[in-house]
């Protein structure tokens, strides 16, 4: 399996498409940052914090009018692609007609 890594401008546009020109349900403005980095929720059962194992690759989108933060899982988005680094290019460039 490659690896994947988020692509920004997919990720905007799937939030664009689902939510249009939602507001903030706290203040009511509509300005939000869509930040592309992952983050992800730590399980602490019983007090005890799991390092590695499966995850939920989280965008955090804030309203930057009250910090209002609501956090997208990028699996649902779609927007992950191949970062295509995994087997130095797959030369497949045929155009011969
Ligand atoms: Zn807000």
Do not use: R
């Amino acid at each position: 399996m490659s690896p994947k890594k988020l692509d920004g401008q997919k990720l905007i546009q799937f939030l664009n498409q689902k939510w249009g020109n939602e507001k903030c349900p706290l203040c009511g403005h509509g300005n939000w940052n869509v930040d592309t980095n992952i983050v992800t929720l730590i399980n602490a059962t019983d007090g005890v914090i799991q390092v590695g194992g499966n995850y939920l690759p989280l965008v955090p989108v804030t309203c930057m009018n009250c910090g209002n933060t609501i956090l997208v899982n990028a699996v649902v988005s779609n927007a992950f692609v191949d970062t295509g680094n995994s087997e130095g290019g797959n030369g497949n460039q045929s155009e011969s007609k």
